[in-house]
């Protein structure tokens, strides 16, 4: 084998990357790494772009990072701005290759792209390394997955499992093939500024004011700013002040490092135990695992529904699903009359990221007060969040809505309740213009 395409996908780092050390074992002369951007042209069928400004920022910052870290390898990146269905089979006939390895994600468009790709005769190696625990070591088969997070929390935690070590970054990689077309190649640097677009974050009032100071997107800036919040100590103050509203600390603001990828789950929890290891473990370092353990059961729940997760109904029975245009409308605008809501709203589309506590909020008043369907709310976040992440989108959108796996029904949060405990003085409503 002369020749392997490497493709990432929600998995752009160097760091604990399994599916690009299976890709060096396989023994090929040449390792070709390369990323395909997603249409950012592309609208929902709810009528938005589906790709918003700051995750497109985030991603193109991201993705810059990745070029540098290939190149300090002496490898490369190419940056293909075409869907990989169309692109890696044109690709691999240039470069004489017949053999894809890449992160295997369980999303049914995700899913299409890799069937697409054997469709058209490639061989692909799909490598599972997203989610903390591997599911193959879970106690039970994925398929009999406890319908509820707390028994497959307990049942985990009293199995003693933990993740595996994370791997090291690949101490050199396969060089490049020599072959590869001038019209593949591109400029990189440029292909991505152009994709950047120029979003106007509320910086000042921001809880994750992105590309500011340290926090830019990339495994440089993830693994510097896991390191220094544990430096900070936060861990301990993590459950206090997780549902805080206002400010970088109040949670670990890990997030939009792993849903691209730039920060390995495994990473995380093993510098987290090294702290506990050196400053003694605490309920808020607990509840770190604790919140990643919801990550990994939403990608599970994946693995064991498919594509019935993106149904109206979710898991739930066939039922009726009420939407309003008019109301969608106003809710996305931070327009609704409902002040902690539309607080929440405008600092999403302003900022490009929600604390937990209003993302649970927005989404309970659109479902269960403004009668609308969840799916568009999802799609939604999706454009907006800097850390949309598949699973763990649909995951608790479904939850919210009662369309999941819980039998206990959907969720609503009363906002007045909601501000009244989280926003006694108004602060936040007032950052945002609503009080
Ligand atoms: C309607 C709705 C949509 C959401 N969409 C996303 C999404 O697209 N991407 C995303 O990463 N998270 C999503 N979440 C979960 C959660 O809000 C974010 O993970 C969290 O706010 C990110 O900030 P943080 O890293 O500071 O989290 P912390 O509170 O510091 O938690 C640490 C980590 O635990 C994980 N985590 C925490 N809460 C959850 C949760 N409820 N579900 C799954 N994982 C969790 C995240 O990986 C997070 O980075 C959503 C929640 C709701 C209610």
New binding site residues.
């Given amino acids: 084998m002369s020749t392997v395409l490497f493709w990432f996908r929600n998995d752009l780092r160097l760091h604990d990357q399994s599916a690009l050390h299976a890709a060096c074992q396989l023994g090929a002369q040449h390792l070709l790494p390369v990323v395909c951007l997603p249409d950012m042209q592309a609208t929902t069928a709810w009528g938005f772009a589906r790709i918003g400004p700051h995750r497109r920022a985030w991603m193109v910052n991201t993705i810059q990072n990745l070029l540098k870290g290939l190149l300090d390898k002496r490898s490369q990146l190419l940056i293909l701005n075409q869907p990989a269905a169309t692109a890696l089979p044109a690709l691999a006939r240039a470069v004489g290759a017949s053999t894809i390895v890449c992160e295997d994600i369980a999303a049914p468009e995700e899913q299409a792209e890799v069937a697409a790709l054997r469709a058209a005769g490639l061989q692909v190696h799909t490598v599972w390394h997203s989610s903390l625990l591997h599911p193959q070591h879970l106690p039970w088969p994925v398929q009999r997955l406890p319908a509820v997070f707390t028994p497959f929390r307990q049942q985990i935690e009293q199995a003693g499992l933990q993740p595996a070590a994370p791997l090291p970054a690949p101490a050199t990689l396969p060089p490049a093939p020599p072959n590869v077309p001038n019209d593949w190649l591109g400029d990189p640097t440029q292909t991505l500024a152009a994709l950047a677009g120029s979003p106007t974050a509320a910086y000042a009032r921001s809880a994750?004011p992105y590309l500011q100071g340290e926090l830019h997107g990339g495994e440089a800036a993830a693994l510097a700013h896991l390191q220094q919040y544990l430096a900070r100590g936060l861990p301990h103050s993590?459950k206090r002040t997780?549902n805080d509203l206002l400010g970088l600390d109040?949670?670990?603001?890990?997030?939009?490092?792993?849903?691209t990828g730039a920060l390995s789950?495994r990473q995380?929890m093993a510098q987290l135990r090294q702290f506990e290891a050196e400053h003694g473990a605490s309920d808020g370092s607990y509840?770190?695992w604790?919140?990643?353990l919801?990550?990994?059961?939403?990608r599970f729940l994946h693995l064991q529904h498919g594509p019935a997760l993106y149904r109206a109904r979710g898991l739930g029975p066939a039922q009726a699903t009420s939407h309003n245009d008019q109301r969608f409308a106003t809710w996305r605008a931070g327009q609704t009359g409902q002040p902690l809501v539309d607080a929440a709203m405008r600092e999403l589309a302003a900022t490009g990221?929600?604390?937990?506590?209003l993302?649970?909020v927005?989404?309970s008043y659109l479902i269960h007060d403004l009668a609308c369907d969840w799916r568009a709310?999802?799609a939604w976040?999706?454009a907006q969040?800097l850390?949309?992440?598949?699973?763990?989108?649909?995951?608790?959108?479904l939850?919210?809505a009662g369309r999941g796996t819980d039998p206990r029904g959907g969720r609503r949060f009363d906002p007045i309740k909601q501000a009244a405990t989280y926003d006694p003085g108004g602060t936040y409503q007032r950052l945002w213009g609503t009080a």
């Fill in positions: 994750f993590y997780r109040y949670s670990s603001k890990w997030s939009p490092w792993l849903a789950p995380a509840w770190l604790f919140e990643l919801w990550r990994d059961y939403f990221y929600l604390s937990n506590r993302r649970q927005a989404a709310g999802a976040f999706e969040l850390d949309y992440d598949v699973y763990s989108n649909q995951g608790n959108w939850y919210i």
